[in-house]
Nanobody, 121 residues
Framework: QVQLVESGGGLVQPGGSLRLSCAAS????????MGWYRQAPGKQRELVAA???????NYADSVKGRFTISRDNAKNTVYLQMNSLKPEDTAVYYC???????????????WGQGTQVTVSS
């Protein structure tokens, strides 16, 4: 089994910055893809940023140039640096990992509990 633990959310003023962290723990697994999603009140959950085991990245158009996703493979941790935050960035942010068992052929989708990010003056 894999567990995802998120941290770094909170309240910030418009134009401010936050850094989210997500640490994955478990036994005998390989992370194929890791990323961040968010869900605002009244809206569907959307992809914010993702990174693959090969190092490629993908961002939502609304956050390009402001957010950066990065990885620390030794710690099985993914980060989301959020700069120039806007009120419309307010949402619950969820860490997501697509994993395989070592030597396995199936993929499994895991989610963190979510962390609240509120951008308000």
């Amino acid at each position: 089994q894999v567990q995802l633990v998120e941290s770094g959310g909170g309240l910030v003023q418009p134009g401010g910055s936050l850094r989210l962290s997500c640490a994955a723990s478990g036994s005998a697994f390989t992370i194929n893809r890791m990323g961040w999603y968010r869900q605002a009140p009244g809206k569907q959950r959307e992809l914010v940023a993702a990174t693959t085991s090969g190092g490629s990245t993908n961002y939502a158009d609304s956050v390009k140039g402001r957010f950066t996703i990065s990885r620390d493979n030794a710690k099985n941790t993914v980060y989301l640096q959020m700069n120039s935050l806007k009120p419309e960035d307010t949402a619950v942010y969820y860490c997501n990992a697509l994993v395989s068992r070592v030597g396995g052929i199936y993929e499994y989708d895991y989610w963190g509990q979510g962390t609240q990010v509120t951008v308000s003056s």
